[in-house]
Protein backbone atom coordinates (compact mmCIF):
# COMPACT_ATOMS: atom_id res chain seq x y z
CA UNK A 1 0.00 0.00 0.00
CA UNK A 2 1.54 3.29 -0.80
CA UNK A 3 0.03 6.55 0.89
CA UNK A 4 0.41 9.93 -0.79
CA UNK A 5 -0.70 12.91 1.62
CA UNK A 6 -0.95 16.74 0.51
CA UNK A 7 -2.65 19.41 2.07
CA UNK A 8 0.43 21.16 3.60
CA UNK A 9 0.48 24.62 4.83
CA UNK A 10 1.04 28.01 6.63
CA UNK A 11 -1.88 28.98 8.25
CA UNK A 12 -2.38 31.50 10.98
CA UNK A 13 -4.13 30.57 14.62
CA UNK A 14 -7.64 29.97 14.15
CA UNK A 15 -7.54 29.30 10.59
CA UNK A 16 -8.80 26.25 8.91
CA UNK A 17 -6.66 23.54 6.70
CA UNK A 18 -7.53 20.28 5.17
CA UNK A 19 -5.04 17.27 4.78
CA UNK A 20 -5.51 14.35 2.16
CA UNK A 21 -4.00 11.39 1.71
CA UNK A 22 -4.42 8.88 -1.11
CA UNK A 23 -4.29 5.13 -0.56
CA UNK A 24 -2.73 3.09 -3.98
CA UNK A 25 -2.34 -0.65 -4.24
CA UNK A 26 -4.21 -2.14 -1.55
CA UNK A 27 -7.42 -2.95 -0.17
CA UNK A 28 -8.73 0.80 0.92
CA UNK A 29 -11.96 0.28 1.62
CA UNK A 30 -11.33 -2.80 4.37
CA UNK A 31 -8.67 -0.63 6.12
CA UNK A 32 -8.82 1.64 9.14
CA UNK A 33 -6.59 4.58 8.46
CA UNK A 34 -5.56 7.57 10.54
CA UNK A 35 -3.46 10.50 11.14
CA UNK A 36 -0.65 10.80 13.29
CA UNK A 37 1.79 13.97 13.91
CA UNK A 38 5.16 14.77 15.10
CA UNK A 39 5.76 17.96 16.24
CA UNK A 40 9.91 19.22 16.07
CA UNK A 41 11.75 18.46 18.79
CA UNK A 42 8.80 15.67 20.36
CA UNK A 43 7.80 12.18 19.85
CA UNK A 44 5.20 10.71 17.26
CA UNK A 45 1.19 11.11 18.20
CA UNK A 46 -2.16 10.08 17.18
CA UNK A 47 -4.65 12.79 15.95
CA UNK A 48 -7.47 11.22 14.51
CA UNK A 49 -8.46 7.35 13.17
CA UNK A 50 -11.42 5.95 11.33
CA UNK A 51 -12.60 2.65 10.64
CA UNK A 52 -12.89 1.14 7.08
CA UNK A 53 -16.42 2.44 6.61
CA UNK A 54 -15.83 5.98 8.28
CA UNK A 55 -18.55 4.98 10.70
CA UNK A 56 -16.08 4.79 13.92
CA UNK A 57 -13.87 7.64 15.28
CA UNK A 58 -11.37 8.17 17.32
CA UNK A 59 -9.13 11.47 18.07
CA UNK A 60 -6.73 12.74 20.15
CA UNK A 61 -8.46 14.71 23.20
CA UNK A 62 -6.76 17.77 21.84
CA UNK A 63 -8.39 17.60 18.60
CA UNK A 64 -11.54 16.50 19.45
CA UNK A 65 -14.24 18.90 18.02
CA UNK A 66 -11.55 21.00 16.46
CA UNK A 67 -10.54 18.19 13.83
CA UNK A 68 -12.49 15.81 11.73
CA UNK A 69 -11.40 12.86 10.09
CA UNK A 70 -13.02 11.45 7.20
CA UNK A 71 -13.06 9.13 4.13
CA UNK A 72 -14.34 8.47 0.55
CA UNK A 73 -13.96 4.98 -0.19
CA UNK A 74 -14.56 5.78 -3.69
CA UNK A 75 -11.88 7.90 -3.98
CA UNK A 76 -9.46 5.61 -1.76
CA UNK A 77 -8.56 9.05 0.15
CA UNK A 78 -8.87 10.14 3.59
CA UNK A 79 -9.03 13.59 4.99
CA UNK A 80 -8.68 15.49 7.74
CA UNK A 81 -10.34 18.82 8.30
CA UNK A 82 -8.23 21.20 10.73
CA UNK A 83 -10.32 24.12 12.28
CA UNK A 84 -9.73 26.59 14.80
CA UNK A 85 -5.44 25.62 14.33
CA UNK A 86 -3.61 26.07 17.10
CA UNK A 87 0.72 27.01 16.98
CA UNK A 88 0.45 23.67 18.84
CA UNK A 89 -0.79 21.94 15.95
CA UNK A 90 2.30 22.59 14.19
CA UNK A 91 3.83 19.63 13.21
CA UNK A 92 4.95 17.21 10.68
CA UNK A 93 1.39 14.74 9.56
CA UNK A 94 1.52 11.07 9.00
CA UNK A 95 -1.46 9.42 7.48
CA UNK A 96 -1.20 5.83 8.28
CA UNK A 97 -3.29 2.68 7.13
CA UNK A 98 -4.05 -0.99 9.47
CA UNK A 99 -4.70 -3.76 7.88
CA UNK A 100 -7.18 -4.42 9.93
CA UNK A 101 -10.85 -2.31 10.06
CA UNK A 102 -10.44 -0.10 13.16
CA UNK A 103 -10.46 2.93 14.68
CA UNK A 104 -7.22 2.69 16.77
CA UNK A 105 -5.22 5.21 18.14
CA UNK A 106 -2.22 2.86 18.76
CA UNK A 107 0.74 3.72 16.19
CA UNK A 108 1.48 -0.32 16.35
CA UNK A 109 -1.94 -1.08 15.14
CA UNK A 110 -0.85 0.89 11.56
CA UNK A 111 1.24 -1.06 9.11
CA UNK A 112 1.86 1.86 6.18
CA UNK A 113 2.77 5.04 6.39
CA UNK A 114 2.60 8.05 3.90
CA UNK A 115 5.73 10.51 3.75
CA UNK A 116 4.35 13.46 6.01
CA UNK A 117 3.07 17.01 5.18
CA UNK A 118 4.30 19.75 7.10
CA UNK A 119 1.58 22.18 9.06
CA UNK A 120 2.15 25.45 10.32
CA UNK A 121 0.55 27.52 12.48
CA UNK A 122 1.26 30.92 13.49
CA UNK A 123 0.69 33.18 16.17
Known amino acids: VQLQASGEGLVQAGGSLRLSCAAS????????MAWFRQAPGKGREFVAA????????NYQDSVEGRFTISRDNAKNTVYLQMDSLKPEDTAVYYC?????????????????WGQGTLVTVSS
Open 96 to 112: AASRFGGASWEEGSYDY
Open 25 to 32: GGTFSSSG
Open 50 to 57: ASWNGRST
